[in-house]
């Protein structure tokens, strides 16, 4: 499990050095060189990214955009898994605005550095940026009430309890709405291993049927699991929706 962290710690603090250093070139960046168009900012709207900092955009390096599925509303309190360069936070910070607050957390001092520098060029006052992992995240309970995430819970070695984490921290009708890479369910562990790397956002991907009972299993209701794009053979981009029901008195 460890070896696995430090393997994913690297490969996104040398993307967020290339990013601050070198910049970009043709869509790829740093750690994302070996992937294609299905991943990165290519995923999202010009119109969404308009005005961000190039280098948030640019540091993008997930499979989806979130905030196409988390619907978020003006006021609400947003925490997304693994920020990264911060993208999805500052866009996130926008859609809440000034009455709402939008919280990353990152375990890679790089990136952290990255994002804390990105939301100061977008003059953002509505954001934090914390360290910590995603299996034990640095937030009270019921302390948020959306959960996203760009490609990052299938790089975790311990997704029970990430889902887990995720559950606690959400208030009472919370919600997630996060981008992931799933794989279809006949495809074995070893099968999507022959797709791609752990680091790659590939070997490590839940499949269909396993997200639907890993999120069943921490209280999750009304989950679903939607393929949006082919990234590998039987492995996809996909939406993960769920809700942390309400607890009655």
């Given at each position: 499990?460890?070896?696995?962290?430090?393997?994913?710690?690297?490969?996104?603090?040398?993307?967020?050095?290339?990013?601050?250093?070198?910049?970009?070139?043709?869509g790829?960046?740093?750690?994302?060189?070996?992937?294609?168009?299905?991943?990165?900012?290519?995923?999202?709207?010009?119109?969404?990214?308009?005005?961000?900092?190039?280098?948030?955009?640019?540091?993008?390096?997930?499979?989806?955009?979130?905030?196409?599925?988390?619907?978020?509303?003006?006021?609400?309190?947003?925490?997304?898994?693994?920020?990264?360069?911060?993208?999805?936070?500052?866009?996130?910070?926008?859609?809440?605005?000034?009455?709402?607050?939008?919280?990353?957390?990152?375990?890679?001092?790089?990136?952290?550095?990255?994002?804390?520098?990105?939301?100061?060029?977008?003059?953002?006052?509505?954001?934090?940026?914390?360290?910590?992992?995603?299996?034990?995240?640095?937030?009270?309970?019921?302390?948020?009430?959306?959960?996203?995430?760009?490609?990052?819970?299938?790089?975790?070695?311990?997704?029970?309890?990430?889902?887990?984490?995720?559950?606690?921290?959400?208030?009472?009708?919370?919600?997630?709405?996060?981008?992931?890479?799933?794989?279809?369910?006949?495809?074995?562990?070893?099968?999507?291993?022959?797709?791609?790397?752990?680091?790659?956002?590939?070997?490590?991907?839940?499949?269909?049927?396993?997200?639907?009972?890993?999120?069943?299993?921490?209280?999750f209701?009304?989950?679903?699991v939607?393929?949006?794009?082919?990234?590998?053979?039987?492995?996809?981009?996909?939406?993960?929706?769920?809700?942390?029901?309400?607890?009655?008195?």
């Amino acid at each position: 499990m460890d070896d696995v962290r430090e393997q994913v710690r690297q490969r996104y603090a040398l993307a967020a050095v290339q990013t601050t250093n070198e910049g970009c070139c043709g869509g790829s960046c740093g750690a994302a060189a070996e992937v294609d168009e299905t991943f990165g900012s290519a995923l999202y709207d010009a119109t969404d990214v308009a005005g961000l900092p190039v280098e948030a955009v640019a540091a993008s390096l997930g499979c989806g955009n979130p905030l196409t599925v988390a619907e978020l509303a003006p006021g609400e309190r947003v925490l997304d898994l693994g920020s990264g360069g911060g993208i999805d936070v500052l866009l996130s910070a926008r859609r809440v605005g000034p009455t709402g607050f939008a919280y990353g957390v990152d375990m890679t001092d790089e990136m952290l550095e990255l994002a804390r520098a990105n939301a100061a060029k977008a003059d953002a006052t509505n954001v934090e940026f914390r360290k910590g992992t995603i299996e034990d995240l640095p937030f009270a309970d019921g302390s948020v009430d959306v959960v996203i995430s760009n490609c990052v819970v299938n790089l975790s070695p311990d997704k029970p309890a990430v889902l887990a984490e995720v559950f606690r921290v959400l208030t009472d009708g919370g919600r997630v709405g996060i981008s992931d890479v799933v794989a279809e369910d006949h495809l074995t562990p070893e099968q999507r291993a022959e797709r791609g790397s752990y680091v790659g956002c590939i070997a490590g991907a839940l499949s269909r049927a396993e997200y639907l009972t890993g999120l069943a299993d921490a209280g999750f209701v009304d989950a679903d699991v939607t393929f949006t794009h082919q990234v590998a053979d039987g492995m996809h981009g996909a939406v993960v929706r769920a809700r942390k029901p309400v607890t009655e008195d």
